[in-house]
């Protein structure tokens, strides 16, 4: 079983920068796939980046890409989403989520492949 558990959410200005944090635990490793996802109460989950396990290759959703970068350290227990030239927009609980099965295409971040999931760190630009 794997388990995600997120930090460095917080309160940051517009224009400012937050870096999250997740950490990857459990006995079972393998994932095809982990990624940050976002979502305000009452709206759905928005994928925000996501990069494969195979081959590194990352990708993130047209309204961060420029903004965001997602990493891995090498040890590969921690996942990082640094986030730059923030907006009120990307206001929203962020969670990590690892997809431990299929994935029909990388890039488009779909919420439903992805089954597990951490508790989520909160994220809120205002100035």
């Known amino acids: 079983q794997l388990n995600l558990m997120e930090s460095g959410g917080g309160l940051v200005q517009p224009g400012g920068s937050l870096r999250l944090a997740c950490r990857i635990s459990?006995?079972?490793?393998?994932?095809?796939?982990i990624g940050w996802f976002r979502h305000t109460p009452g709206k759905a989950y928005e994928g925000v980046s996501c990069?494969?396990?195979?081959?590194?290759?990352?990708y993130y959703a047209d309204s961060v890409k420029g903004r965001f970068t997602i990493s891995r350290d090498s040890s590969k227990n921690m996942l990082f989403l640094q986030m730059n030239s923030l907006k009120p927009e990307d206001t929203a609980t962020y969670c990590c989520?690892?997809?431990?099965?299929?994935?029909?295409?990388?890039?488009?971040?779909?919420?439903?492949?992805?089954?597990?999931w951490g508790q989520g760190t909160q994220v809120t630009v205002s100035p």
């Open positions: 989520a690892a997809a431990t099965g299929r994935v029909s295409d990388y890039a488009l971040i779909i919420t439903s492949e992805y089954d597990v």
């Open positions: 990069v494969v396990s195979e081959d590194g290759s990352t």
């Open positions: 459990g006995s079972t490793m393998d994932y095809a796939a």
